[in-house]
């Protein structure tokens, strides 16, 4: 089992930084990829790293000795509002989640 906490969220203006972490414990030999998601209010989750809306503003970083990957935002935007989700798979292909962590962006 692998076990996600993200911390970091807040409430920030637009044009802000923040960087968000997820730190891993358990079967962390077991971890395949990690990677950062998030949920806007009524729409789906999506893979941040994939969204054209957030090239050149976010920026994920990973600590191996930590255990810890990293999602830098900068330049946010009011429509980056959402919950921030840390995602890990394993090798056998397991996904696991963290509980999330809201980032809310004020215009």
């Known amino acids: 089992q692998v076990q996600l906490v993200e911390s970091g969220g807040g409430l920030v203006r637009a044009g802000g930084s923040l960087r968000l972490s997820c730190a891993a414990s358990g079967s962390i030999f077991s971890i395949f990829d990690m990677g950062w998601y998030r949920q806007a209010p009524g729409k789906q989750r999506e893979l941040v790293a994939n969204?054209?809306?957030?090239?050149g503003r976010f920026t994920i970083s990973r600590d191996n000795a930590k255990n810890t990957v990293y999602l830098q935002i900068n330049s946010l935007k009011p429509e980056d509002t959402a919950v921030y989700y840390c995602?890990?798979?394993?090798?056998?292909?397991?996904?696991?989640w963290g509980q999330g962590t809201q980032v809310t962006v004020s215009s």
């Open positions: 969204a054209d809306s957030v090239k």
């Open positions: 995602n890990a798979v394993d090798s056998m292909f397991k996904s696991y």
